[in-house]
């Protein structure tokens, strides 16, 4: 099993800065993909960011490209996703996710939140003035 843990949320203003961490433990990490998913006040789920197990590719929905980077550590078993140019449509919580059963990591299968097995509890992200 795979077990993640999410930190680093809080209150920032719009146009700062936050950066996300997802700890994992369990199966080893570089062995699957993982992504950030978010859902805001009275939203569905929301696909934010995905990476592949080296850390090779990755992938962003169009809403945050340019402004968000997905990134990993896996000699330290750690997942980051750093914000920048935050807006007040960025208030959210946060997930991270493992998808330990994908094989082929594409956008298209990435993108799914039913694609990953493994959740961590969620972080709140507000962005207000």
């Not at 936050?18 to 199966?27: E, Y």
């Not at 990490?29 to 789920?45: A, I, K, M, N, T």
């Not at 992938?59 to 990134?71: H, T």
Request: net charge neutral.
């Amino acid at each position: 099993q795979v077990q993640l843990v999410e930190s680093g949320g809080g209150l920032v203003q719009p146009g700062g800065s936050l950066r996300l961490s997802c700890a994992a433990a369990g199966r080893t990490f570089s062995d699957y993909p993982v992504g950030w998913f978010r859902r805001g006040p009275g939203e569905d789920l929301e696909f934010v960011a995905a990476i592949t197990r080296a850390g090779y590719r990755f992938f962003y929905a169009d809403s945050v490209k340019g402004r968000f980077a997905i990134s990993r550590d896996n000699s330290k078993n750690m997942l980051y996703l750093q914000m920048n140019a935050l807006k007040p449509e960025d208030t959210a919580v946060y997930y991270c996710a493992a998808g330990t059963e994908i094989i082929f990591p594409t956008m298209e299968v990435l993108s799914r939140a039913n694609e990953y097995d493994y959740w961590g509890q969620g972080t709140q992200v507000t962005v207000s003035s």
